[in-house]
């Protein structure tokens, strides 16, 4: 669902361009809105979310899809915990629809897809290692590392049911929010991925942006 927001970029209180290859971490308060803006389009924004208070509560695929009974995410889909709890609500959509099911890029998945020697490109599973390790104080490791949203990914689902990855459908100057409903941390890996349509086979950055509680 198409949804624009009310909220004007100048009034946000944080703005972060995250290069592809790199990941983002932060903590986002309930109350406060974030938008992952795609500035040049068709690319992947592979993000998790975990409680800050308890970060063995963490984003959910099986309950959101559950609970909303479709598998795509957009504007009103409320992002569920593994406890059921709402963590995020997706407040704005100029996108359409975001995937959950597709998972994130590794470098193993990667030469068991493509080839083996794809096995030293960059990954998003691999951007996500990095920030746990780097960013300790969160106290998450490898284990925490769990299924995904993939934001502006488009993963449409055959008439059989497989899985499909196909040319974005996101494009430069749209954009997804989110407003958060507990203290969250947001680990997001802008995708590398080079040997599928994700990024349009040209992964560009995104910009993070957060605009405090009204
Ligand atoms: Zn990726």
Known sequence: MIKESDLQAEQASQRDV???GDYYMQVLKAGQTLRILDLEGNQA???LFYSSADPSERYSAIDTIREQGNVYLTAGTKLLSNQG???LTITADTCGRHDTLGGACAT??????YS???KCMHACRDSWMLAVAENDRYGLSKRDITHNINFFMNVPITAAGGLTFEDGISGAGKYVEMRAE???IV???NCPQLNNPC??????PVEMLIWDAA
Request: hydrophobic content about 35%; overall charge negative; aromatic content about 4%.
């Open 199 to 204: 990024n349009g086979y040209n992964p560009t």
């Open 18 to 20: 995250v290069p592809a």
């Open 45 to 47: 924004a592979d993000t």
């Open 187 to 189: 680990l997001m890996s």
């Open 108 to 113: 193993e998945s990667n030469t068991v897809r």
């Open 116 to 118: 083996l020697d794809k």
């Open 85 to 87: 709890s709402e963590m």
């Open 182 to 184: 507990m203290d969250v």
